[in-house]
């Protein structure tokens, strides 16, 4: 009954190999997000998706792409890894859009090799 | 170009006393903060925050105070308990810039002391 689960926990994997990330929320919030931590242990917001549209897309590389399949799911695809790509990912929501109270998943740390 | 500064890495406590950790920002547009709780292998939770038109905000053992012109917040727990050991991150916002302008700090890791 965990509120916002992803999935896996780890990811260990090849330079150049392609990967998901998956997030469920069973919170029926609006809004889903992801975030990157890296090794400086900051927490930077990467898409957020508001009822199933994209609603903000940082800076990232287009080799990341968010696929929300319906308001519950958050998926994190990841094309052509790069040992750069290794981080801790956190999935999160929130009830609807503008709003800062995010509930945030266990994350999933990607280790690129 | 940190827009939200914890400046301490790691904070030790000891067990009943006051815990008090800080956070400064620079983006004088941020007008409402946030503090978050993390434990190891798990997400960062809401734990407090605090409007720009407070001062002071509590929520039981938890205050959060902000000093506006010296664009400074803090967290102060009082009593300190063994579970409060985890990583505090600070964020910040902006007004219509909700969670797509909520700006993390580092953190910072209080270690209570039994």
């Known amino acids: 009954d965990t509120a916002v689960s992803q999935t896996p926990k780890y990811l260990v994997t090849q330079m150049g190999n392609d990967k998901s990330i998956k997030c469920e929320q069973n919170?029926?919030?609006?809004?889903m997000y992801w975030y990157k931590q890296d090794s400086k242990k900051f927490l930077k917001i990467m898409f957020s998706?508001?009822?199933?549209?994209?609603?903000i897309n940082e800076t990232v590389p287009n080799r990341f792409s968010p696929k929300s399949p319906d308001k519950a799911h958050l998926n994190l695809h990841i094309n052509s890894l790069e040992l750069g790509d290794s981080a801790v990912y956190f999935c999160?929501?929130?009830?609807?859009?503008?709003?800062?109270?995010?509930?945030f998943g266990s994350g999933t740390q990607l280790s690129v090799l | 170009d940190q827009q939200v500064k914890q400046n301490s890495p790691s904070l030790s406590v000891q067990e009943g006393r006051i815990s008090i950790l800080n956070c400064d920002y620079t983006?004088?547009?941020?007008?409402?903060f946030l503090w978050y709780k993390k434990y190891p292998a798990e997400g960062p939770t809401f734990l407090i925050s605090?409007?720009?038109?407070?001062d002071k905000n509590e929520d039981g053992r938890f205050t959060v105070f902000l000093n506006k012109s010296a664009k400074h917040l803090s967290l102060h727990i009082v009593p300190s308990q063994p579970g409060d050991s985890a990583v505090y991150f600070c964020?910040?916002?902006?007004?219509?810039?909700?969670?797509?302008?909520?700006?993390f700090g580092k953190g910072t890791h209080l270690i209570i002391q039994p």
């Open positions: 999160a929501s929130s009830p609807r859009q503008y709003n800062e109270k995010l509930f």
């Open positions: 919170l029926g919030h609006d809004t």
């Open positions: 998706y508001n009822n199933k549209e994209l609603i």
């Open positions: 983006n004088s547009m941020f007008d409402y």
């Open positions: 605090i409007s720009s038109i407070k």
């Open positions: 964020a910040a916002s902006y007004s219509g810039g909700g969670a797509d302008g909520l700006t």
